[in-house]
T-cell receptor, first 117, second 115 residues
Framework: GAVVSQHPSRVICKSGTSVKIECRSL??????MFWYRQFPKKSLMLMAT?????????EQGVEKDKFLINHASLTLSTLTVTSAHPEDSSFYIC?????????????FGDGTRLSIL | AQTVTQSQPEMSVQEAETVTLSCTYD???????LFWYKQPPSRQMILVIR??????QNATENRFSVNFQKAAKSFSLKISDSQLGDTAMYFC????????????FGGGTRLMVKP
């Protein structure tokens, strides 16, 4: 159990386009999901925490209007990169929590490679 | 704030041999959790092993074991009988207890298992 699906796995689009990435928990309900950004050969940088039914909590330095997060249901969170530019090119990874117990690990999606031309 | 440091950017090991990946962390918390995640070339992060700070016994999962030294704030991962499929990026991660389950990751260690 604890499968997290991320779609699409790869996106290539022109500068100025808005791109939506979906993160789904397939076999469990996730009240909390996380969105990370990973640069090549680098570690994961937390962008925001997404809570079902409420506004996302963004980390310092992450533009809320640039990276729109919607957690509309207990199994789906979306990240929309608005008016994407080449500097937004990166690997984006989501994760989900099965429950909020203190010792529960995050379950990660496969990631989305975003390339802006 | 917590910091997690992995001092070995890259390592290699021969198949069937044992390798140890280092991780140190800095925190003022007394109750927390530590994790090792594996990110193979397919890029999905996979949980390898976890340790609760209040437990003195080192966690083990088949060929993977940790050496948790709480006083030294050290959490190394030992991989025994290395296999080609162990080739991946390995990330050490820290999580405070009852603090939103947020993870702080180390910079990662790229492990190459050679045939």
């Amino acid at each position: 159990g604890a499968v997290v699906s991320q779609h699409p796995s790869r996106v290539i689009c022109k500068s100025g386009t808005s791109v939506k990435i979906e993160c789904r928990s397939l076999d469990f309900q996730a009240t909390t999901m996380f969105w990370y950004r990973q640069f090549p050969k680098k570690s994961l940088m937390l962008m925001a925490t997404s809570n079902e039914g409420s506004k996302a909590t963004y980390e310092q330095g992450v533009e809320k209007d640039k990276f729109l997060i919607n957690h509309a249901s207990l199994t789906l969170s979306t990240l929309t990169v608005t008016s994407a530019h080449p500097e937004d090119s990166s690997f984006y990874i989501c994760s989900a929590l099965r429950d909020m117990g203190g010792n529960q690990p995050q379950h990660f999606g496969d990631g989305t490679r975003l390339s802006i031309l | 704030a917590q910091t997690v440091t992995q001092s070995q950017p890259e390592m290699s090991v021969q198949e069937a041999e044992t390798v140890t990946l280092s991780c140190t962390y800095d925190t003022s918390e007394s109750n927390y959790y530590l994790f090792w995640y594996k990110q193979p070339p397919s890029r999905q992060m996979i949980l390898v092993i976890r340790q609760e700070a209040y437990k003195q016994q080192n966690a083990t999962e088949n060929r993977f074991s940790v050496n948790f030294q709480k006083a030294a704030k050290s959490f190394s991962l030992k991989i025994s009988d290395s296999q080609l499929g162990d080739t991946a990026m390995y990330f050490c991660a820290f999580m405070k207890h009852n603090a939103g389950n947020m993870l702080t990751f180390g910079g990662g260690t790229r492990l190459m298992v050679k045939p």
